[in-house]
């Protein structure tokens, strides 16, 4: 499946960078290369560095010590009378540090009160720090609603007051508070230009849960949506020793021709699952679920390759829930054909994958390999799980064992040569990453009609900055596989690393759009894209439509994050005014 996009490890945030996806949407700069099969993602070196430390915020603001009345006049002292209001509160807020700082936080409270009262009201700065400080004691007292209502003074008296925004947002999130969290966060990294790592960590926590939930709810309730034909074709063609993929057999359908209203030949036995596979023939893929249905009602002799093929596309159609059962069903069959029994199994195990179980994705994959060690598809998809754990070495054994049974692979040689580049890569090791790159020159040498060799070279050569001979790579592969969306996802990016031409990279991008209208990697790209332009409005209408689009749970819930941060940037513009740079 050429220039496809990555499925993510699970855990991950889907970048070797340490940022999340929602977080390289945010932060403008060049784009870079991430994963396996990677996607293009936004990210600024600074962020890539990883930005300040992640010190806790805890201490009040403010000198211990009275300053210039050190060893003078306390409020209460001799010499009282004499102070400023200002004076008096600022001595007030002083005692009240010694108080924070000795671990005595209702007395800190109640100095910190006296400061509020005693301070003149026209002085904002001030009063900012005396409720931020009153709002820090609270927090040492878990008291997060007083917590959450002092950061509110401090903010309006200072409406870019980044510790008390912090503060709030670590209040809200203790009190379940997620969208006024995520719009609290949002401002401070924002105001932090991204720089620092505990804003941006509670950040994407907050995503991550945000994304879960309506993920979640969202995806119980989908309507199920058949993928586009080049992504069904595009799916099916991972596989070698899939005996639903195969075409029908001679004598398993008539050779009279089509008769006069275009209707297709009928298949000669009475079977549910033979039409199926005409209909697969015909890319009139609606109709597969029911003529399937049909042959496992009727206990027919296909009745374990229609339980298989039904629960692919349920699969393709998002409806894991679904699939399982006839999985199930199909791995229990001891007397079914045991390529049919690995094939649900490594599909199992991906599915196992997409909802970030990788022990029982790495148990389905292993039983394959058990019950039937001569299919090459169990190494080539295992290999590709195992890319995903970043367990490289094993992923590149279980591409050598996958070429072994099938030298004609090319797509496990062009893959194997991926695995082999990014552990180079990211381990910064020159000379393997120059014995890498030899590697894809003879894969597409010898398998020059293999458009993900092309794309995956595209990839590696666009890490080196080789963007002219990465652009070649991608007409390559447009050539070959001209209706496949994600490449010209690809190639449109390029543009923008490369030349920062970004009516181009739109161009391509809009083109993959119209190529395939349920593209959810283009409408995401696109939202990536609009969210760095300032276009946040159009961002979240390019991220709605791929949530709706979503092949996975896990896939929708990233896609929420993103939605939500962009929202977020929305809420923060209107409500301070501010915004990330923009392209």
């Known amino acids: 499946m050429a220039a496809s996009k990555p499925v993510e490890a699970p855990g991950g945030g889907g970048s070797g960078t340490g940022l999340s996806r929602w977080q390289l949407a945010l932060v403008l700069g060049?784009?870079?290369?991430?994963?396996?099969?990677?996607?293009?993602?936004?990210?600024?070196?600074?962020?890539?560095?990883?930005?300040?430390?992640?010190?806790?915020?805890?201490?009040?603001?403010?000198r211990a010590s009275p300053g210039p009345y050190s060893g003078g006049a306390q409020p209460d002292g001799p010499g009282h009378e004499e102070m400023s209001p200002l004076d008096r509160a600022q001595a007030a807020k002083n005692k009240g540090n010694k108080y924070f700082k000795a671990g005595r936080y209702e007395q800190a409270i109640q100095c910190y009160t006296e400061a509020i009262s005693l301070c003149p009201p026209e002085r904002n700065l001030d009063l900012s720090t005396f409720y931020q400080n009153r709002a820090a004691a609270y927090e040492q007292l878990q008291k997060w609603t007083e917590v959450a209502q002092d950061c509110t003074k401090a903010v309006e008296l200072n409406p870019k007051y980044v510790k008390a925004l912090f503060r709030r947002a670590k209040a809200h999130e203790k009190l379940d508070n997620k969208k006024?969290?995520?719009?609290?966060?949002?401002?401070?990294?924002?105001?932090?230009?991204?720089?620092?790592?505990?804003?941006?960590?509670?950040?994407?926590?907050?995503l991550k849960l945000l994304g879960k939930e309506k993920a979640k709810e969202k995806y119980k309730n989908r309507e199920p949506l058949m993928p586009s034909p080049q992504f069904i074709k595009s799916y099916f063609s991972s596989f070698t020793d899939d005996i639903i993929s195969q075409p029908l057999l001679k004598g398993e359908k008539s050779d009279e021709d089509k008769d006069k209203e275009g209707e297709a030949s009928e298949v000669k036995e009475n079977s549910g699952y033979l039409r199926a596979k005409q209909y697969m023939e015909e890319e009139n893929y609606d109709k597969i679920i029911s003529e399937?249905?049909?042959?496992?009602?009727?206990?027919?002799?296909?009745?374990?390759?229609?339980?298989?093929?039904?629960?692919?596309?349920?699969?393709?159609?998002?409806?894991?829930?679904?699939?399982?059962?006839?999985?199930?069903?199909?791995?229990?069959?001891?007397?079914?054909?045991?390529?049919?029994?690995?094939?649900?199994?490594?599909?199992?195990?991906?599915?196992?994958?997409?909802?970030?179980?990788?022990?029982?994705?790495?148990?389905?994959?292993?039983?394959?390999?058990?019950?039937?060690?001569?299919?090459?598809?169990?190494?080539?998809?295992?290999?590709?799980?195992?890319?995903?754990?970043?367990?490289?070495?094993?992923?590149?054994?279980d591409f050598d064992e996958c070429i072994r049974l099938r030298p004609d692979s090319a797509l496990a040689q062009a893959q194997k040569c991926f695995a082999l580049y990014r552990q180079a890569y990211t381990g910064n090791n020159p000379l393997p990453v120059q014995v890498a790159m030899k590697g894809f020159e003879d894969v597409i040498k010898k398998f020059p009609k293999c458009a993900e060799g092309y794309a995956l070279y595209a990839q590696a050569l666009t890490d080196q900055q080789q963007f002219g001979k990465a652009d070649e790579m991608y007409d390559k592969c447009i050539d070959l596989e001209p209706d496949n969306?994600?490449?010209?996802?690809?190639?449109?990016?390029?543009?923008?690393?490369?030349?920062?031409?970004?009516?181009?990279?739109?161009?391509?991008?809009?083109?993959?759009?119209?190529?395939?209208?349920?593209?959810?990697?283009?409408?995401?790209?696109?939202?990536?894209?609009?969210?760095?332009?300032?276009?946040?409005?159009?961002?979240?209408?390019?991220?709605?439509?791929?949530?709706?689009?979503?092949?996975?749970?896990?896939?929708?819930?990233?896609?929420?994050?993103?939605?939500?941060?962009?929202?977020?940037?929305?809420?923060?513009?209107?409500?301070?005014?501010?915004?990330?740079?923009?392209?």
């Open 485 to 583: 969306a994600t490449t010209y996802v690809h190639k449109g990016l390029l543009q923008l690393q490369w030349k920062q031409d970004l009516d181009k990279g739109l161009e391509l991008i809009s083109k993959a759009i119209e190529i395939d209208n349920k593209c959810d990697f283009a409408y995401e790209t696109m939202g990536t894209i609009e969210v760095q332009r300032g276009n946040l409005d159009k961002a979240i209408e390019m991220f709605n439509k791929a949530i709706n689009l979503a092949k996975s749970e896990m896939e929708m819930a990233h896609l929420y994050s993103l939605c939500d941060a962009a929202y977020a940037q929305t809420e923060v513009a209107k409500k301070y005014g501010l915004k990330p740079p923009t392209l």
């Open 292 to 397: 399937c249905t049909k042959e496992i009602e009727a206990k027919g002799k296909y009745m374990a390759e229609a339980l298989l093929l039904r629960a692919t596309f349920y699969l393709l159609i998002g409806n894991a829930n679904a699939a399982k059962p006839d999985l199930d069903q199909v791995i229990s069959m001891e007397d079914a054909n045991v390529k049919l029994r690995a094939n649900a199994l490594i599909k199992r195990g991906s599915m196992y994958m997409q909802q970030q179980q990788p022990a029982l994705s790495t148990q389905d994959f292993n039983m394959a390999a058990d019950i039937d060690p001569q299919n090459a598809d169990v190494y080539h998809h295992r290999g590709q799980l195992k890319i995903l754990l970043d367990q490289i070495e094993e992923a590149v054994e």
């Open 30 to 62: 060049a784009p870079i290369l991430l994963g396996a099969g990677a996607v293009y993602l936004w990210g600024r070196r600074a962020a890539r560095r990883g930005g300040k430390g992640a010190s806790e915020r805890k201490t009040p603001e403010g």
């Open 180 to 206: 006024e969290c995520l719009e609290d966060v949002t401002a401070v990294c924002i105001l932090e230009a991204f720089q620092n790592q505990q804003s941006m960590l509670l950040a994407d926590k907050v």
